[in-house]
């Protein structure tokens, strides 16, 4: 494969484990092969199946509703699409890439290491795409599938692997099918309309909508960014990684996982202490952004630059080269709100109509659906739908009482706001791991954390948010219907110390199909 600057990319993959060693018990004899169900062809599930094959497990099926792997990385094509957590750590612990060309990679590389780790442990014959699975159900002990093509299989686990970033939020803006232009959401880029030279909007703040003012600006022939809502910017410079840099972690691949770590050190030390309690990495992160601020010359363009919060309240923005872009001649802030979009293009509520040729919809996704439309259906015939009807939740970011058998990567209340997904869900597979295991050396047929423990999870999440600085006053999408933010309100190492190994009194077991059907208990008291 090579990278984005043409470069040779090598990865050292670890070596697969037997079945037996797989489980700690060489020469036990025997372990049952479990049948999984991966749910998302993404980050996590395409991790999910390379760690049941180093486990030894070789029955499980990936099901991708969209045309390729890569999950988000695939979706997103956008110019200027760059990743804000750094490459080297922004990878799995098993499949250390010595090649990324820079600190922080562009989109297509980042596709580029999840299609070659899929290709080297050969998951593309395990990964049926264009096929949406639309209902599970617990029947006689196992899971039933449905898919959007009408197949069904069954299955003894499922684990979801949907991502966060896959429902787009499309303004309610009048008007807006009536453009006579170009219009797409980001995520949806149409590739075919050109761009040089064209009058260019741009609705939206946040990172995409940054990262496409930096990319779009210098070649249009005007742009316009659309801002309901100012962002703090955090400057990250993106420096390249030179050849010999390269050369250096393919011949030393100690150096390589010595970078992983240091990177991880220095995210979760400042960005993942920051954000959720008072302390030097709070107020360091925000005089940063207070003094890039301070960059705009310009008085009247600053002040509309100014967010009415505190940095990281909402997600924060990182990069540098943005503020610069409003210096051109061609380039305008529109602040102004939008009325109403009309064939020649958007009027704002001054009155004045801003003629364009092309819209673009940088509004974000909604990050609170996590795997719909599949829904659940567990023992006695309860739907997930029906318990998530208010908002979701679940045990320890990982799991769901009364549904036996089943596991969330980057489910509910997962730490995504402040540090790598990658090290978010593989330390979710690791937990999710421990459990398919007493179900192979066939100590439990179906499992399921215990309507007790999930509460005061959940009750303990309540108590810490107001120490968070989500919960200090602005309104962004951390914010769930209940009006109270729903991030992984401690720090990324109690993550990895929560979910270090199954606490086994906070479970329930069944050891026969008709035991989990009775003794699964549903549902949160609200």
């Avoid at 697969?16 to 025997?30: F, K, N, S, T, Y």
Wanted: aromatic share 12%.
């Amino acid at each position: 494969m090579s990278t984005a600057d043409g470069s040779d990319t090598a990865f050292a993959v670890g070596e697969g484990l037997g079945a037996d060693e797989a489980d700690g018990h060489p020469g036990d004899g025997p372990v049952r092969s479990p049948r999984v169900a991966i749910i998302g062809a993404g980050m996590s599930g395409i991790g999910m199946a390379a760690k049941l094959r180093l486990a030894g497990i070789e029955s499980f099926q990936i099901y991708e509703k969209s045309d390729g792997v890569g999950g988000t990385w695939h979706a997103n094509t956008y110019p200027g699409l760059t990743c804000d957590i750094p490459s080297r750590y922004y990878s799995y612990t098993f499949a250390p890439n010595p090649d990324w060309s820079h600190v922080y990679s562009p989109g297509r590389e980042i596709w580029a290491y999840l299609d070659r780790v899929a290709r080297d442990f050969e998951l593309h014959d395990r990964i049926a795409l264009r096929t949406e699975v639309t209902e599970a159900g617990w029947v006689d002990g196992r899971w039933l599938l449905r898919t959007s093509n009408g197949d069904e299989a069954e299955y003894d686990f499922i684990i979801t692997a949907a991502g966060g970033l896959v429902h787009t939020v499309k303004p309610d803006i009048p008007g807006l099918g009536s453009f006579g232009g170009a219009v797409f959401h980001s995520a949806e880029w149409d590739h075919s309309v050109q761009l040089a030279g064209r009058r260019i909007a741009v609705i939206g703040t946040g990172s995409t909508g940054v990262q496409l003012t930096r990319a779009l600006a210098p070649v249009a022939g005007q742009f316009e960014l659309y801002q309901r809502t100012p962002q703090w910017i955090l400057p990250l410079g993106n420096r390249r990684y030179s050849r010999l840099t390269r050369w250096v972690y393919r011949r030393f691949p100690v150096l390589n996982r010595f970078g992983y770590r240091v990177w991880q050190l220095q995210v979760e030390r400042t960005l993942g202490r920051a954000t959720v309690k008072p302390g030097f990495a709070r107020w360091w992160i925000s005089t940063a952004c207070r003094l890039h601020l301070r960059s705009v010359r310009d008085p009247e363009l600053r002040r509309r630059f100014t967010p009415d919060y505190k940095p990281m309240c909402k997600r924060l923005v990182m990069g540098t080269n943005f503020y610069r872009q409003f210096e051109r001649q061609t380039v305008d802030l529109v602040d102004s709100g939008i009325d109403r979009i009309e064939p020649r293009g958007i009027v704002t509520r001054d009155g004045r109509l801003h003629e364009l040729d092309v819209i673009v919809l940088a509004t974000g996704f909604d990050a609170h659906a996590y795997m719909k439309p599949l829904d659940l259906v567990g023992p006695g015939g309860v739907r997930l739908s029906e318990l998530w009807d208010g908002e979701p939740y679940g045990y320890r970011s990982v799991a769901l009482p009364g549904f036996p058998n089943v596991f969330t990567l980057l489910g509910p209340h997962s730490p995504i706001g402040n540090q790598s997904i990658f090290t978010v869900s593989e330390t979710q597979m690791d937990f999710a791991l421990a459990l398919i295991r007493m179900w192979r050396r066939g100590e439990a047929d179906a499992m399921w954390p215990t309507l007790g423990a999930t509460e005061q999870f959940n009750a303990d999440l309540r108590d810490a948010v107001p120490d968070t600085i989500w919960a200090s006053g602005c309104k962004s999408w951390y914010i769930g219907k209940d009006g109270v933010p729903h991030p992984w309100p401690w720090t990324p190492e109690r993550h990895r110390e929560m979910l270090a190994a199954p606490r086994l009194e906070e479970w329930e077991f069944a050891a026969s199909p008709a035991g989990a059907t009775r003794g699964a208990r549903v549902g949160p008291t609200r």
